[in-house]
C-alpha cells in the first residue's frame, strides 16, 4: 500500500504570499492531520479534517485554512506568509478508530519564508 | 490542560548503551499512549503504542510501560545503535470529546559508534 504522499517537498515563498499545500492520505483513510514542526515549538497540530468536515483545530490564526475532497485528499493554505511559518509541515492521516488510532505521517513539505 | 512533557534533549549514547527516555503527561479522560520516531529527512512513524494502565507497548528492542499512577510513558531500550539516531516523540490521543492527538516537544538522541 503507497504510504502518505505530500506535495511540493520544498517551497520557498516571499513575505505576504500565499501558499497551498497537498496531502494524498493512505488509501481508505479518511482522517487527516496537519501539523507544524519548528526547532522551537516542536510539534504543533493545525486541523484534523474526517470525511471533509474539519473535525479539530488547533491555535493557529485564520492565516491557516484546510480542506479535505471527497477522495480523503487535503489542502493546506496560508494566506499573507510571514518569516515565523517557515517550518516542515506534516500531514498524517489515519483510519480514525478512536483510542486506538495510529496515524500514519508523509515525508512533509519544508516551507521557508523569505 | 492536557500536555507531554519530555525530556529535554540531545541525548548523546555510546553504541550498546542503555536508554531511557522521560515521558509524562496530563490528560482528562483515559489516554492511549504512543511513542513515535523521526529518522532525518522523514516524517514520524509509530514505534509502540499502550492503551491501559499496566500494558506494555515494544517493537525493535525499545519498551515502554503506561503507568497511571505516576502518568508516565517512559521509554527504554537495552542496547541502542547507531541506527537508532533519531528524534522521538511521546504523544496521547485525548479521548473526551472528538479524539485529538497531543505530542511531546520531542527528543533528538544521537548514538556514536
Known amino acids: 500500500k503507497a504510504g502518505v504522499t505530500q506535495t511540493p517537498r520544498y517551497l520557498i515563498k516571499t513575505r505576504g504570499q500565499q501558499v497551498t499545500l497537498s496531502c494524498s492520505p493512505i488509501s481508505g483513510h479518511r482522517s487527516v492531520s496537519w501539523y507544524q514542526q519548528t526547532p522551537g515549538q516542536g510539534l504543533q497540530f493545525l486541523f484534523e479534517y474526517f470525511s471533509e468536515t474539519q473535525r479539530n483545530k488547533g491555535n493557529f490564526p485564520g492565516r491557516f485554512s484546510g480542506r479535505q475532497f471527497s477522495n480523503s485528499r487535503s489542502e493546506m493554505n496560508v494566506s499573507t506568509l510571514e518569516l515565523g511559518d517557515s517550518a516542515l509541515y506534516l500531514c498524517?492521516?489515519?483510519?480514525?478508530?478512536?483510542?486506538?488510532?495510529?496515524?500514519?505521517f508523509g515525508p512533509g513539505t519544508r516551507l521557508t519564508v523569505l | 490542560g492536557n500536555s507531554v512533557t519530555q525530556m529535554e534533549g540531545p541525548v548523546t549514547l555510546s553504541e550498546e548503551a542503555f536508554l531511557t527516555i522521560n515521558c509524562t503527561y496530563t490528560a482528562t479522560g483515559y489516554p492511549s499512549l504512543f511513542w513515535y520516531v523521526q529518522y532525518p529527512g522523514e516524517g514520524l512513524q509509530l514505534l509502540l503504542k499502550?492503551?491501559?494502565?499496566?500494558d506494555k507497548g515494544s517493537n525493535k528492542g525499545f519498551e515502554a510501560t503506561y503507568r497511571k499512577e505516576t502518568t508516565s510513558f517512559h521509554l527504554e531500550k537495552g542496547s541502542v545503535q547507531v541506527s537508532d539516531s533519531a528524534v522521538y516523540f511521546c504523544a496521547l490521543i485525548l479521548t473526551s470529546g472528538t479524539y485529538k492527538y497531543i505530542f511531546g516537544t520531542g527528543t533528538r538522541l544521537k548514538v556514536l559508534a
Open positions: 498524517a492521516s489515519s483510519l480514525a478508530q478512536g483510542r486506538t488510532d495510529t496515524q500514519y
Open positions: 499502550a492503551t491501559k494502565a499496566d
